[in-house]
């Protein structure tokens, strides 16, 4: 009787270890960003004496959508995610194909299923052997075994035992073979396999059972947008981490991929997935670097009134109280609303962002991280690739509604910037439109050497047109100006003028006074520039000599090349006007005309 007891006892033992890791093993399948979609909506899954699971292997899956599982077995977790996944692929791959041979259609559909788990590292695989590579896919491979049978090395990759068929064929379920193709295309863009090296490693994507874990995973599976960006961050959930860096409700350190939130803010689901929302646009929009000059926490702020109205057009969440958003604001871009800000610098300053007041939730952090072979993983790149991804995933499949703005931005960020001297080319352009060229016998084309008795009238420029084409430069010669970068930007403007047929440009120096050199030819300007020296720079009577000068246009364009380290506010009387100054430099007021920054 003591034996059987016993035996008893250590076959529930068994049952209870079986069942333990067989649902660990279901986990890793349905946290994972490839599969969760899937495996939440399209997939039943079975562990029951009750249903046609295997008699001598793991699992089972039909046509209809489910996966039976074999609970007399006792396998690692790993094992039965390889196992759960390869079942969960025939579906997705639309393996489910009435053919001549369904017995070597499964086979070769085994093949091809247990080679993509193995690229991608899934798992924990029941077989010793690899499956070979040398075939294109299932189709071909099934082609091949109609002709020439089923070599050994290509037997056994199925789930249901050595020779068994892991594929039911029963009635078609709810869902179409286009249903089945879309979701598994949301999968492959939700794990962003070529974007990143980190998606095989389950730690990074470990939804757990929190409200925090489930928002991130919502995006996974319902937000393709940012899905694929949500599966790199890391949610840290610690009231001590918080208090610490004075996170009163969320933060994110875009560098290092973790969103910090605040378990003592007591958010709903709802706006947690509002508040997550908000973190990982300031990741994907590059909020952390592009602020360049100008104050971090209004630039912080400015980003927030931006981000939170989209998130309120797109209905992402709820929006906690208290949060930034103001409906002026809406379709203008973060640089506008920043010059809109720091014209209340007293009232905008006691503002709170989410992480507190006077704080910026972007955490500062380096543009660039190591990946997990050590190696410099460029932030930019990623972040670029995995949004416009899921930009187009979004809008081919009509995934929810999208602001115009927020469109905009996401494409000009996948695009290089422009460097300055082409921006500044484009300035000249709009300046100065092409002369028209006029045709005279006065001076005749002598290009026709096989008719020189024959005039022929030549084109030339009209001279009040030339007359009219000239601009002024307000060049800042004080010492503080780097005379490489100063070389550089007259050596541009020469280029340019001479493009445009502007044969002189009205030159007046600035350091502690004005200096009026007159008009130069533009290539002249470079070699007679001297850095005098004098301490502090005063740009506005440079600015004053141009307005009061009578021989200088009133409709002339002005350039102001200086370093940004100016002592008064410039009045421009309403002329057309642009700054050339070094990146990275701050004006001490906001411009009203175009400023191109020297890299």
């Not at 969960?88 to 791959?93: D, E, G, N, P």
């Not at 788990?117 to 070979?132: W, Y």
């Amino acid at each position: 009787m003591a034996n059987k007891k016993q035996s008893k006892k250590k076959k529930d033992e068994n049952k209870n270890i079986a069942y333990v890791n067989w649902s660990n093993g279901d986990d890793i399948v349905y946290y994972h960003p490839l599969f969760h979609g899937l495996r939440m909506d399209f997939i039943s899954l079975y562990y029951n004496k009750d249903y046609a699971y295997p008699a001598n292997g793991l699992a089972r899956v039909s046509r209809s959508g489910s996966i039976y599982c074999n609970p007399e077995i006792i396998a690692e977790p790993k094992v039965w995610a390889r196992s759960i996944a390869h079942c969960v692929l025939h579906l997705a791959m639309g393996h489910f194909v009435e053919v001549e041979n369904q017995h070597l259609w499964n086979i070769a559909c085994d093949c091809a299923v247990e080679r993509f788990l193995t690229e991608m590292k899934f798992g924990t695989t029941e077989h010793n052997t690899l499956v070979p590579i040398g075939f294109t896919n299932e189709q071909t491979l099934y082609e091949e075994f109609l002709i020439s049978g089923v070599p050994d090395e290509y037997k056994g990759f199925g789930t249901a035992g050595y020779d068994s068929n892991d594929m039911i064929f029963d009635k078609p379920g709810r869902h179409t073979k286009e249903e089945w193709s879309k979701a598994f295309a949301t999968g492959l863009s939700n794990a962003v396999r070529a974007a990143v090296n980190t998606v095989s490693d389950m730690s990074t994507y470990r939804a757990g059972n929190s409200k925090s874990e489930k928002a991130k995973a919502w995006f996974v599976s319902s937000f393709p947008l940012l899905g694929a960006i949500a599966t790199e961050f890391r949610i840290i959930e610690d009231h001590e981490i918080c208090q610490r860096m004075g996170i009163k409700i969320a933060a994110i350190s875009c560098s290092l991929q973790e969103i910090y939130l605040n378990p003592l803010a007591g958010l709903t689901s709802e706006e947690l997935r509002f508040v997550i929302a908000h973190e990982l646009l300031h990741a994907a929009l590059r909020h952390d670097i592009r602020h360049e000059w100008r104050d971090p926490f209004l630039w912080n702020l400015a980003c927030d009134f931006v981000i939170n109205g989209w998130l309120v057009e797109m209905r992402v969440g709820e929006r906690p109280d208290g949060v930034l958003y103001d409906e002026q604001y809406k379709e203008l871009s973060a640089e506008n609303v920043y010059d809109m800000i720091i014209s209340d610098l007293k009232a905008f300053s006691k503002l709170a962002t989410l992480r507190g007041a006077g704080l910026g939730d972007i955490l500062p952090g380096d543009a660039v991280r190591k990946d997990s072979d050590g190696n410099d993983f460029d932030l930019d790149d990623f972040y670029r690739r995995a949004l416009s991804q899921g930009l187009e995933y979004h809008q081919n499949h009509d995934r929810g509604y999208l602001p115009s703005g927020l469109i905009e931005e996401i494409r000009a960020l996948a695009h290089p910037p422009i460097p300055w001297d082409v921006e500044l080319a484009r300035w000249f352009d709009e300046m100065f439109e092409p002369v028209e060229k006029q045709r005279s016998y006065a001076r005749p084309s002598r290009r026709q050497s096989s008719t020189p008795d024959i005039p022929r009238p030549s084109s030339i420029l009209r001279q009040e047109q030339i007359d009219k084409r000239t601009f002024g430069v307000v060049l800042d010669t004080s010492g503080s100006m780097d005379r490489k970068l100063l070389a550089t930007a007259l050596g541009a403007i020469a280029s340019y003028s001479a493009v445009r047929d502007v044969p002189g440009v009205r030159v007046v120096f600035c350091d502690a006074a004005a200096y009026d050199q007159g008009y130069m030819k533009p290539e002249d300007i470079a070699g007679s520039v001297e850095v005098r020296g004098r301490g502090g720079t005063i740009l506005q009577p440079g600015i004053d000599v141009l307005k009061n000068a009578e021989d200088f246009p009133n409709t002339a364009p002005i350039l102001i090349i200086t370093d940004a380290e100016c002592e008064d506010r410039l009045k421009l009387y309403g002329r057309e006007h642009a700054y050339l100054i070094p990146d990275g430099a701050k004006l001490p007021f906001v411009p009203k005309g175009k400023v191109f920054r020297m890299r």
